[in-house]
């Protein structure tokens, strides 16, 4: 890479990072190139995005973002896992990290906030943002089938009382 496509990257990848909600680190030595293929689909699919690249001009990037306080995580072969929702990423990471053994967290930011593998780890058990919309949903909706249900109840008894009248008197 030539000095000026280098100053590219970490300018459009400072750009990205910028908006990055979360970021998860993590060393992925001994992974193979389908595992990698895997882990970058997933991701995908959850939102969030993989990037592997020279630590030292990940470290330029993060400067003068939210997520500065992670360079130091950046040694070795490391991989960032990023998303703008908070908890994609983590998720995604975490559950790549229990099928690869290869695949360590080294930890993580959101936001300002500084994570270890606890706290990515905790993050990814949360619902995703698609997850706690749908139970918002849900439970704005309930009350009003309740209510639904209690204001024809009276009028479906009403019915059929009416009914039990109507047969009885055909009946004599």
Sequence with gaps: MERADKQKFVAS???????AGVAVVAHYAGLSVSQMTQLRSEARAAGGTVKVAKNRLVKLALQGTDLEHISDLFSGPTVIVYS??????PKVAANFAKANEQF?????????TNLDVAGVNSLATMPSLDELRGKLVAMLQTPATRI??????????TARVINAYAEKDQAA
Excluded: K, M
């Design 84 to 89: 703008d929702d908070p908890v994609a990423a």
């Design 148 to 157: 639904a249900r209690i204001a024809s109840a009276p009028a479906e008894q």
């Design 104 to 112: 360590v967290i080294l930890g993580g930011a959101l936001g300002p």
């Design 13 to 19: 990848f400072n750009e990205v990072l910028s908006g």
